[in-house]
């Protein structure tokens, strides 16, 4: 590898279904940045760290109440394994232990952009209740979450976190410009898209972004942009705002 290549990012799955990898994330964009070396997946079963015969993994929750919890001693054997020979009892911050859970932080796009400026990630997916915390403790996970609702694994929500990294990996989205206009970038949600034809059953394209004026298509969409993320997402557009005020001085009665 000369100075200007880069290392494939490296992903590692710590999961009881192995074979739901690299499903999606083997197709379009994703899966064609693994084919091109872009970035790299190892899936590690966690079942073949059990020590008994049955090769139990879970066990009822200390305390009572419903469903199972995965065991400290097998969770912990699969992340000892998976743990590359360099590195102490925590992954290093250039790849960061993950484990998916609806108690962790919400994923958003700025921990997605550091991610994607690491070396890799390992992720560790849960089922049933969850993972005993002595384990989450002993090997200082971060617990991340994508969004409030409940899945019946972490698989799904790695396979989102994964995706969502990947594309931010240099050389994977086609254009920079395309990463930087979208949802988010700006602290926006997008403007709204169109393309032929012009009209379609009676509908117009609206007429500014025909108009050929560069000045005006860029105030309509901030425009869209602003008008949507106020509409929808009233959390993004106080934060939008206050960036605003503080980058400009504004006071609260501007826009
Ligand atoms: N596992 C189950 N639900 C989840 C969620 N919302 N986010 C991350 N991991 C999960």
Redesign the pocket.
């Known amino acids: 590898m000369d100075g200007n290549e880069r290392a494939a990012f490296a992903v590692t799955v710590l999961s009881l279904f192995p074979e739901m990898f690299p499903g999606p994330l083997g197709c379009s964009l994703a899966g064609k940045a693994l084919a091109d070396g872009a970035w790299s997946l190892e899936t590690v079963d966690i079942r073949l760290f059990a020590r008994d015969k049955h090769r139990t993994v879970d066990d009822a929750p200390f305390g009572g109440g419903a469903g199972m919890v995965m065991r400290p001693d097998v969770v912990d054997a699969a992340i000892e394994a998976s743990r590359p020979a360099d590195q102490g009892a925590d992954q290093g911050e250039d790849k960061p232990l993950i484990y998916?859970?609806?108690r962790?932080r919400v994923?958003d796009q700025g921990r997605a952009r550091e991610l994607a400026r690491g070396r890799g990630v390992t992720v560790l997916?849960?089922r049933f209740e969850g993972v005993d915390q002595r384990v989450l403790d002993r090997r200082r996970v971060e617990e991340?979450?994508?969004?409030?609702?409940?899945?019946?694994?972490?698989e799904?929500?790695?396979i989102v976190l994964i995706d969502a990294v990947v594309r931010l990996l240099p050389g994977v989205v086609g254009s920079a410009r395309s990463l930087e206009e979208e949802s988010f970038e700006r602290g926006l949600l997008e403007y709204p898209h169109y393309t032929r034809p012009r009209v379609w059953e009676g509908e117009e394209v609206p007429e500014e972004l025909v108009s050929g004026h560069h000045a005006r298509v860029r105030a309509w969409r901030l425009e869209r942009a602003e008008a949507a993320t106020r509409d929808r997402r009233p959390d993004l557009w106080a934060r939008y705002r206050a960036g605003i005020v503080k980058k400009e001085g504004l006071d609260d009665e501007h826009h």
């Open positions: 998916l859970t609806p962790g994923l997916c849960g991340v979450s994508i969004g409030d609702f409940v899945l019946s694994g972490g799904p929500a790695a």
